[in-house]
């Protein structure tokens, strides 16, 4: 017998961390030039049918069924073969079985929508397509299954409340690999819409609470703390970054604002149903100082990540899980664990290996795998195709047309 509540509110939940996705295309749509402003939200919103497509296929199964050498699992339920309308995901939230399918799907449809904003205006679209499956296939499916599918980070006792590691570091660490791969662009035109940029923060942050919120899959006291904190670590980094960023510039940025609530958002999701309020409001000043910071280096090391992918989701991922592993508490949530500052020093050393196990395997795989993509076909752009704008040069439309 289902639970009307809990299922009602994992619909509601669901439906916010799809929600995400298209918010993400206009935070990246306005981060970018007005002629290239269709590709970057085309490339989200088609991992939405794509992901979709493959999730179903074999993607539900490649995490979620069995488990072959902690790493990966098998191909027992594709199709969703064995999935029943009627069943149950567990006795203790009695939750549809398909609805905990289509929820896990919304994190594997937003994932790698967030590298596409490191290699903004220089990537073919049929090269994108290929590197979306791939992705997908060699990447975010392993790294699902060993966090959250019986894999061997979740053998070893590591936690991961929402997807710090599974959904924010993989994606960072990849785009990084992306920069190194496909190099700068000829030419870097600024952002087009601070309100495209606005509105996409809002509909991210309003889809977080599902991302978060949802993780908990029932409704109960844990829901209501990885709610609140959720919103406590975003509204106190984008204070942050924008308190630095005006120090700095001599003047406070709406855009500083808006990518330091991100970053918050970020660093609170793999830790929000296992710290205190307290704890959420330290993540929020972490991720807001320390992301900040990882965007003037990359700045001072002249890497061409566009929309700030690596620093932002990458370190404010990183920071977040480590922040988890200093700051859990199991007075706080008792199915969770201790950190080091509660005397967990072995849990500690495991989220850190997942970590730096789950970053490095995500960079090295991505850049091999731009690699042998551009074998098969030309991953980067042209100059000319550059100079014109890839909406035009590769989609044949235009965002603004009718605009003089």
Not at 65 to 77: E, Q, R, Y
Not at 97 to 115: D, E, G, K, S
Not at 387 to 396: A, Q, R, T
């Amino acid at each position: 017998m289902f639970d009307t509540g809990n299922t009602a509110f994992m619909l509601v939940a669901t439906s916010l961390v799809m929600l995400m996705t298209p918010g993400l295309a206009f935070f990246y749509g306005g981060l970018v030039s007005r002629k290239n402003v269709l590709t970057i939200m085309a490339q989200s919103f088609i991992s939405m049918g794509v992901t979709s497509a493959l999730w179903f296929i074999v993607g539900y199964s490649l995490c979620f069924s069995g488990d072959i050498g902690g790493i990966i699992g098998n191909l027992d339920m594709m199709f969703l073969k064995g999935v029943g309308i009627n069943d149950v995901l567990s006795k203790d939230n009695n939750i549809p079985l398909l609805v905990f399918v289509a929820y896990q799907m919304m994190f594997a449809i937003i994932t790698p929508a967030l590298i596409t904003g490191a290699f903004a205006n220089r990537i073919r679209f049929k090269a994108y397509l290929i590197f979306l499956i791939s992705w997908l296939l060699l990447v975010y499916f392993p790294i699902c299954h060993m966090a959250w599918g019986g894999g061997l980070f979740q053998q070893w006792g590591v936690i991961d409340f929402a997807g710090g590691t599974v959904v924010h570091c993989t994606a960072g660490f990849a785009a990084l690999a992306a920069v190194f791969f496909i190099g700068k662009r000829k030419k870097i035109d600024g952002y087009h819409s601070v309100p495209l940029v606005a509105l996409g923060t809002a509909l991210l942050w309003f889809g977080w609470y599902g991302f978060n919120a949802g993780s908990e899959l029932q409704v109960d006291s844990i829901t209501g703390l990885a709610f609140i904190n959720t919103d406590i670590a975003a509204s106190i980094s984008g204070l942050t970054w924008l308190l630095m960023a005006w120090l700095r510039k001599k003047k406070p940025s709406l855009i500083g604002y808006l990518t330091g609530a991100v970053a918050g958002l970020v660093a609170i999701t793999p830790a929000a149903g296992f710290v205190s309020i307290k704890s959420a409001f330290l993540i929020g000043i972490a991720s807001g100082v320390v992301c900040y910071l990882a965007v003037l280096y990359k700045e001072k090391k002249g890497w061409d990540d566009a929309l700030d992918v690596w620093g932002v989701h990458g370190i404010g991922g990183a920071v977040g899980v480590l922040m988890l592993g200093l700051l859990a508490s199991t007075k706080v949530n008792p199915g969770g664990a201790d950190g080091l500052f509660f005397g967990g020093g072995e849990f500690f050393v495991k989220e850190v290996l997942s970590l730096v196990i789950a970053a490095t395997y995500a960079f090295i795989f991505t850049y091999f795998m731009l690699f042998i993509i551009s074998k098969i076909t030309k991953v980067k752009t042209s100059e000319a195709e550059e100079e014109l704008g890839l909406d035009e040069s590769i989609h044949g439309e235009e965002a603004y047309k009718d605009i003089v």
